[in-house]
């Protein structure tokens, strides 16, 4: 198997953690707020903020080490990267966060993880046409069990969608369409720069909002409780989309969107942690995820048509998992 491929899956399985306890996390951290559009703002600028100090770090853990190259901000060089950061800025970083935790407010937290778990189905039916990656028979099998998985979870929730879910899809299409642009950008620029250009660019978009709006001061968290759980989904939220760009830059987008659904596994667990009897009912569709996963794993890298960026699956230059001598 593919050497980046494998540590881009292994990524995107820890971006399926964090996202099945975050989803968990955001439900009480919103609730505990009151106002999602300024739960949203402050939550996404405490992300900024934390990403900014990480990228800090590793710079200078990479510049002492003699590996610069490995951590840094690439400046786009055409239009095309400059609008796809600004998508990924406005309606990445933005737009979506502040659809679903207002969506969030109004529905239960099992039926925003059903939601947004789906969107694996919308970035692969994107990624074929427009990423010119190949289902292999491998991918389709997998494809299909976590459908099964997916929609058979939903048997525990409301399928008659309501104005919470409604706003919930609707960010998730947005996501669908950001993974592909993301994927495109990250044939020529690092995932550093777009995980900033993500949380930075949208959490200055929010900000501009709310002080336009005359909400820039419900921003401020009031109480300590809201200082807390602020701080908790910003470092949540930063290790999410760190880890998602790094498993993009590596491995197919149909691949990593795949195994980042296993994070249903790990919110049903919650969810079910008071309920053994409700969690048992849920165990052939966990199962079916689970097996999908798996399949995902062994199934050889999708491909692509010559000089696509689903190629890039090895990166760059100055990534350190570039081996001496590989072109």
């Known amino acids: 198997m593919n050497t980046t491929r494998t540590r881009g899956l292994l990524l995107a399985l820890a971006t399926a953690v964090i996202s099945g306890f975050a989803i968990w996390i955001n439900g009480n951290g919103v609730a505990a707020y009151g106002d999602p559009s300024a739960y949203t ?4 600028a405490a992300s900024a903020v934390v990403i900014g100090v990480v990228f800090l770090v590793a710079r200078s853990a990479a510049r002492a ?6 951590v840094a901000l690439t400046r786009p060089t055409r239009s095309r990267q400059w609008w796809g950061l600004a998508y990924v800025a406005i309606l990445g970083g933005a737009v979506p966060f502040t659809m679903f935790f207002a969506g969030l407010a109004s529905t239960a937290s099992t039926q925003a993880a059903f939601v947004h778990k789906t969107l ?19 991918h389709a099998s997998a494809l299909a069990l976590l459908i099964i998985g997916v929609f058979g979870l939903a048997g525990t929730v409301a399928l ?10 609707g960010a998730t299409g947005l996501w669908a369409v950001e993974v592909v642009i993301s994927k495109r950008l990250l044939a020529g620029v690092t995932p550093w720069t777009v995980s900033v250009a993500r949380m930075g660019g949208g ?3 929010l900000l501009l909002w709310a002080a336009s709006t005359g909400s820039l001061g419900a921003v401020v968290p009031a109480t300590a409780a809201q200082w807390g759980w ?4 910003g470092i949540v939220l930063a290790g999410y989309v760190l880890t998602w760009h790094q498993a993009l830059w590596r491995a197919p987008a149909v691949d990593v969107t795949a195994v980042l659904v296993l994070g249903a596994v790990i919110t ?4 079910g942690s008071a309920d053994p009897t409700a969690l048992a009912i849920k165990s052939p569709w966990l199962a079916a995820l689970i097996v999908g996963g798996a ?10 048509a010559p000089g696509s960026p689903a190629r890039h699956l090895t990166p760059p230059p100055g990534d350190p998992d570039r081996q001496p001598g590989r072109p």
């Open 41 to 44: 703002t402050a939550k996404n």
């Open 65 to 70: 080490r003699g590996a610069a190259g490995s």
């Open 120 to 138: 694996f189905i919308w970035v692969a039916l994107l990624a074929v046409p427009l990423l010119k990656e190949k289902v292999t028979w491998w």
């Open 160 to 169: 008659v969608p309501d104005s919470g879910t409604l706003l919930i899809a």
């Open 203 to 205: 959490s200055l978009a």
């Open 230 to 233: 602020v701080a908790l989904t």
């Open 268 to 271: 049903a667990l919650l969810a």
């Open 295 to 304: 399949l995902i794993w062994a199934a050889p890298a999708s491909t692509a």
